[in-house]
């Protein structure tokens, strides 16, 4: 009777401990947006940033903003910011040239485009990827094993504007355009 009382017992805590664990790490996961939500309303207003923060209407647990001004090679820079369910937060900067995206496919020279990307992670702060539809993106991405690392993220909001550098050194693989100086 004793070991039928245990085993009921421990197949009860087996059973519920999943849906305790989704709940707390659910939990941990809204408290992280919303104080992302708070760094990105201070953090946008600073000159070297620059930028509003939306919450997407798409993904809850994703902001969006755009930098414009200032940049001689992009038309903007696209920045999505996700709170992911691993407990990192990741940084998807997608540079807008031309009217649109930089897509590996309608490159002139794809193969180039990749290859320098490539060099870029080897010398850059932020590295360089292309998502499944091929469009071309620079990333970071933080844990959140040590806390939240609001610093951090700020140095990494103030390196965005730099990415137009490399958007110019991509565009003779884009278009064959020279970068703007």
Same mark, same amino acid.
């Given at each position: 009777?004793?070991?039928?009382?245990?085993?009921?017992?421990?197949?009860?805590?087996?059973?519920? #401990?999943? @849906?305790?664990?989704?709940?707390?790490?659910?939990?941990? $996961?809204?408290?992280? $947006?919303?104080?992302? $939500?708070?760094?990105?309303? $201070? !953090? +946008?207003?600073?000159?070297?940033?620059? =930028?509003? &923060?939306?919450?997407?209407?798409?993904?809850?647990?994703?902001?969006? *903003?755009?930098?414009?001004?200032?940049?001689?090679? =992009?038309?903007?820079?696209?920045?999505?910011?996700?709170?992911?369910?691993?407990?990192?937060? +990741?940084?998807?900067?997608?540079?807008?040239?031309?009217?649109?995206?930089?897509?590996?496919?309608?490159?002139?020279?794809?193969? +180039? #485009?990749?290859?320098?990307?490539?060099?870029?992670?080897?010398?850059?702060?932020?590295?360089? *990827? !292309?998502?499944?539809?091929?469009?071309?993106?620079?990333?970071?991405?933080?844990? %959140?094993?040590? *806390?939240?690392?609001?610093? !951090?993220? /700020?140095? /990494?909001?103030?390196?965005?504007?730099?990415?137009?550098? &490399?958007? *110019?050194? %991509?565009?003779? &693989?884009?278009?064959? @355009? !020279?970068?703007?100086?």
């Amino acid at each position: 009777m004793r070991l039928r009382i245990s085993l009921t017992v421990l197949f009860s805590l087996v059973v519920a #401990l999943p @849906s305790v664990f989704a709940q707390s790490t659910e939990s941990s $996961r809204d408290d992280t $947006r919303e104080r992302l $939500r708070e760094l990105l309303e $201070r !953090a +946008g207003k600073r000159s070297d940033v620059n =930028a509003t &923060f939306k919450q997407s209407t798409k993904q809850p647990y994703n902001f969006v *903003g755009s930098m414009s001004d200032n940049l001689p090679n =992009a038309d903007s820079l696209e920045i999505v910011i996700s709170v992911t369910t691993s407990d990192t937060i +990741g940084f998807r900067i997608y540079p807008h040239y031309n009217g649109g995206y930089i897509n590996v496919r309608k490159a002139t020279d794809g193969r +180039g #485009l990749m290859h320098k990307m490539l060099t870029f992670n080897d010398n850059n702060f932020l590295f360089w *990827g !292309a998502d499944s539809t091929d469009d071309i993106f620079c990333g970071y991405t933080f844990t %959140l094993e040590s *806390g939240f690392p609001e610093k !951090a993220i /700020v140095v /990494v909001l103030r390196s965005i504007r730099n990415a137009d550098r &490399f958007v *110019g050194e %991509l565009r003779p &693989f884009v278009d064959r @355009s !020279a970068a703007a100086k």
